[in-house]
């Protein structure tokens, strides 16, 4: 099975932190992706990866950034957090040849 | 930018009974399709994808895809109380497939009624 791993589950940040958000999958996946989801809005895509130390902006990246410095590992950072950024954050995994991703359990992140 | 279009509910069917979830896409281009399931607070799963018109079937779940009308809907036979979740239909943000992710409807909320 594949496995996607989100290290942080529940979150409580100050305004004007720095968040790090991993993600860590077991399945050699090329394609590593960073999506939000809120109420109403459903599903954005925030960046993805194809390769080590590639990232590609997605519809939302404004506040973010990511690092992807091993093929299994992709981090998502919130630079300064700011309380439009509270969320649930999914990361997710696929091959590069195919569309399938799979996605990890989510991190519930709350800035006050 | 590519739309998916669902229908967000909520779809309320008795036990037993076929659940049919519709959705729309936005670019012709589109090959392949996908359903997720998300059960509340926790992330989407799998259920199936269709890439050829016509039917796939996968145990109680059938998705149908129509290329010319631009949907593709997913059926529940003998609908389950467990069935009760959002159901998130998605495209490919590329149509020629690779690196670039999924466009996700907004899901349509199904309720099973025991």
């Known amino acids: 099975d594949v496995k996607v791993t989100q290290s942080s589950r529940y979150l409580v940040k100050r305004t004007g932190e720095k968040v790090f958000l991993e993600c860590v999958q077991d399945m050699d996946h090329e394609n590593m992706f960073w999506y939000r989801q809120d109420p109403g809005l459903g599903l954005r895509l925030i960046y993805f990866s194809y390769d080590v130390k590639m990232k590609e902006k997605g519809d939302i990246p404004e506040g973010y950034s990511v690092s992807r410095e091993k093929k299994e590992r992709f981090s998502l950072i919130l630079e300064s957090a700011s309380t439009n950024q509270t969320s649930m954050y999914l990361c997710a995994s696929g091959r590069f040849s195919g569309n399938t991703i799979y996605f990890g359990e989510g991190s519930w992140l709350t800035v006050v | 930018q590519k739309e998916v279009e669902q229908n967000s509910g909520p779809l309320s069917v008795p036990e037993g009974a076929i659940a049919s979830l519709n959705c729309t896409y936005s670019?012709?281009?589109?090959?392949?399709f996908f359903w997720y399931r998300q059960y509340s607070g926790k992330s989407p799963e799998l259920i199936m994808f269709i890439y050829s018109n016509g039917d796939k079937e996968d145990g109680r779940f059938t998705a149908q895809l129509n290329k010319a009308s631009q949907y593709v809907s997913l059926l529940i036979r003998d609908s389950q109380p467990s069935d009760s979740a959002t159901y998130l239909c998605a495209v490919p943000q590329n149509s020629g497939g690779g690196a670039d992710g999924l466009t996700f409807g907004k899901g349509t909320h199904l309720i099973i009624q025991p």
């Open positions: 670019d012709r281009g589109s090959q392949s």
